[in-house]
């Protein structure tokens, strides 16, 4: 599935099953939940936190989706074509960044 079939999905999925999007700052609090979750699993998986027994079945790739569902939701609501915008933010990043990360002595 490419980006722009993603947000087609979601917002036929909001518009039908969901009824209707959240506010673009209640999305907002919700995107930060979400990336809360993703935290919660990394810093017990690959950092120093033990799992708590009620976190031990969380999934990451779940909650990964669950951040990029959200995010293409504000996405939709605010205009934003993400397919467009990453392609500009790879364009960016490949001026701003062309030697910056090899001449970076903490990556060799």
Request: hydrophobic share 40%; net charge negative; with cysteine.
């Amino acid at each position: 599935m490419t980006i722009q079939e993603a947000q087609e999905k979601i917002d036929g999925w909001i518009k039908t099953v969901g009824v209707r999007y959240f506010s673009e700052l209640t999305n907002m609090a919700i995107l930060t939940e979400e990336v809360g979750e993703v935290a919660r699993i990394m810093s017990r998986k690959y950092g120093e936190q033990s799992f708590k027994e009620s976190d031990k079945e969380k999934d990451l790739a779940d909650e990964l989706a669950d951040v990029m569902w959200v995010l293409l939701c504000i996405a939709n609501q605010t205009g934003v074509d993400m397919t467009a915008a990453l392609e500009k933010n790879f364009e960016k990043k490949n001026i701003r960044d062309a030697s910056r990360h090899r001449n970076n002595e903490k990556l060799q």
